[in-house]
């Protein structure tokens, strides 16, 4: 996939149309997932999805293939949605409907019902990490990107980012740990 | 729940699906500006100068660092030398001090001796001088004699010659010689009676001896014609000038008995201070000045007695 994106990419810089939609077929439904995760409703996440690629054909010309295509495109929507954030001021929250119906309209490993509950819980205290530890964890979690690829997006070290992933995992541990103690006292 | 299975969960998260007509809509804001490969490439060469252009600067600036740093050590290096060189200088500056000064001493007697010796050199050269003056001198005197002798013999009359008269010329010359001596021998003698009678001394002229003389005739010498008008004279009407003899007597020649006292310039007859006449011939013999005197000498050098 990298190296087909790296030669559509290179025949959309010569002004091909077709190799530009290719990329936009390719590329637009994770970066839709990124954004709507982040921004919090449809409308938001499909504006700055359309913002990102339109970014991105304007800055097709400065690519320079130094890092790969998809990481140089989630550099872009990163930045959208910072843009985005900073207007806007604050990001809304998930509701917990709205992760009960992603989890119900996509496929996922867990069966039993108990741990689909504790996975939504999870994703929730995911969005109460602070935004550094949040992007981390989106990106590298849900966007399956690497360490490497993730410093690259948020211009930090590498060591940066298992740093805060480590801080994120340490936060989310102890909210499960703070979760299960609590039905036990109350049975008690 | 470990880390894990929280990894787990997470990477398992549900992705939220795009609208269906969004991939149309971002299909259709496709707009695409054609890049110019050129500038790509000409931007591509000139990268890497601007990419190592501030490492390069710095390596400059390392290096022209490290060049001052070199010349100062060394020239740190040369002046610690000289600073060496001229403590050890100072060090024997007394003992150089002495050294100087005995050397300008050395060199203030070296110029006085070069100077004695300009001098004595000069004083050399002013006796050969003062020699060849005195030679010449008496060269003069002599020319002189000879010259009042020639002269004489121009103002003599010139004697008709007739064939086989030369030896009665001769005779007759011969006779005159033996008479001038004659008259000089008088002179000599009435000088010493002179000085007989005035403490030792001799007279200082020819005329005072009048009462020692017999005759002014004797003042005349027989081959100096052009006095011979004289001979007619009184003592009190002849005077110095009128005499043939050259009179060179001082009072006090009586204790310089080698002296010349008077002259005959004709005949070369030479009255010395003991009252003898000698006769010479001026090729060989030579009239030298000596203590404000004149005496007799050989051309050779060597005293005439």
């Known amino acids: 996939m990298s190296d087909a994106a790296e030669t559509l990419c290179q025949r959309a810089r010569k002004g091909d149309l077709s190799a530009a939609s290719e990329l936009v077929t390719a590329f637009y439904q994770q970066i839709y997932a990124y954004l709507r995760r982040l921004s919090g409703n449809d409308d938001d996440a499909a504006d700055l999805t359309q913002k990102t690629f339109t970014r991105t054909w304007q800055s097709l010309g400065s690519y320079q293939h130094r890092s790969k295509f998809s990481t140089w495109l989630h550099g872009i929507a990163y930045h959208v949605y910072l843009d985005w954030r900073r207007k806007r001021n604050l990001g809304d929250p998930q509701t917990d409907e709205w992760w009960e119906t992603q989890a119900a309209n996509s496929p996922t490993p867990f069966e039993n019902t108990v741990e689909r509950e504790s996975a939504h819980q999870l994703y929730r205290w995911v969005d109460e990490l602070d935004d550094e530890k949040k992007q981390a964890v989106h990106l590298h979690y849900y966007q399956n990107l690497p360490l490497s690829e993730t410093a690259e997006v948020l211009g930090v070290a590498v060591s940066t980012v298992k740093y805060r992933l480590r801080e994120a995992l340490t936060f989310l541990r102890s909210r499960t740990t703070a979760a299960n103690s609590i039905p036990e006292r109350k049975t008690s | ?305």
Not at chain 2, 60 to 81: D, E, F, P
Not at chain 2, 191 to 197: K, T, V
């Open chain 2, 1 to 305: 729940m470990n880390d894990t299975t929280i990894e787990n969960i997470l990477f398992h998260a549900p992705r939220p699906v795009a609208p269906p007509d969004l991939l149309r809509r971002l299909q259709a804001e496709i707009t695409l500006r054609r890049t110019e490969p050129a500038p790509q490439k000409a931007r591509d060469l000139r990268s890497p100068f601007r990419r190592w252009f501030p490492a390069l600067a710095f390596c400059v600036l390392l290096v022209s660092c490290a060049i001052m740093i070199a010349v100062q050590g060394n020239w740190t290096t040369n002046l610690k030398r000289q600073n060496e060189t001229l403590r050890a200088t100072t060090a024997n500056l007394p003992q150089l001090r002495e050294q100087h000064t005995a050397w300008e001493q050395d060199r203030a007697q070296q110029d006085e001796l070069d100077q004695l010796r300009k001098d004595n050199q000069e004083l050399q050269q002013l006796k050969a001088e003062a020699a060849r003056l005195q030679k010449m001198a008496a060269d003069t005197h002599r020319l002189q004699n000879e010259n009042q002798q020639l002269t004489a013999k121009l103002n003599a009359p010139t004697p008709t010659t007739a064939p086989g008269q030369n030896f009665f010329d001769e005779a007759q010359q011969q006779a005159e010689r033996i008479q001038c001596v004659n008259n000089l021998k008088q002179i000599g003698l009435a000088m010493r009676i002179w000085a007989g009678d005035n403490n030792g001394k001799y007279p200082t002229s020819l005329v005072v001896m009048s009462n020692e003389l017999s005759t002014v005739k004797i003042l005349i010498c027989p081959s100096d014609k052009g006095r011979a008008d004289y001979k007619s004279l009184t003592f009190g009407e002849f005077q110095d000038n009128m005499t043939s003899y050259q009179y060179l007597a001082q009072p006090d020649d009586e204790t310089h008995p080698d002296c010349i006292t008077a002259i005959c310039p004709i005949h070369h007859n030479y009255l010395l201070a003991d009252g003898s006449v000698q006769q010479i011939n001026p090729e060989k013999i030579r009239e030298v000045k000596k203590d404000g005197r004149l005496y007799l000498e050989r051309i050779d050098g060597t005293p005439f007695r």
